[in-house]
């Protein structure tokens, strides 16, 4: 079974950086494209980022592009998302999904404020 954990979630003042990580197992990994999807409170969980099986071509949303970088290792099964340039709306629970049919971790908590 499709197992993922997201990890690297935390507490950042505004203009700050963190690095999520989501570890796959269950599943031949370098064969799917990756996805990072948010939650936050009140909100819709929306697609933030992804990426092919092969790194070849990757996608943002428009709220996070410059700022996020997703790539992936595919000899580690690992997904990771580079978030710079922290905003207070960046805040939500951050999932790490295989794309474009869905499967969820646990997600981690990224909150962002002063």
């Known amino acids: 079974q499709v197992k993922l954990v997201e990890s690297g979630g935390g507490l950042v003042q505004p203009g700050g950086s963190l690095r999520l990580s989501c570890a796959a197992s269950?599943?031949?990994?370098?064969?799917?494209?990756m996805s990072w999807y948010r939650q936050a409170p009140g909100k819709e969980r929306e697609l933030v980022a992804t990426?092919?099986?092969?790194?070849?071509?990757?996608s943002y949303a428009a709220s996070v592009k410059g700022r996020f970088t997703i790539s992936r290792d595919n000899a580690k099964n690992t997904v990771y998302l580079q978030m710079n340039s922290l905003k207070p709306e960046d805040t939500a629970v951050y999932y790490c999904?295989?794309?474009?049919?869905?499967?969820w971790g646990q997600g981690t908590q990224v909150t962002v404020s002063s």
């Open positions: 999904s295989t794309y474009p049919l869905p499967h």
């Open positions: 269950g599943f031949t990994f370098s064969n799917y494209a």
């Open positions: 990426i092919t099986s092969t790194s070849v071509i990757t």
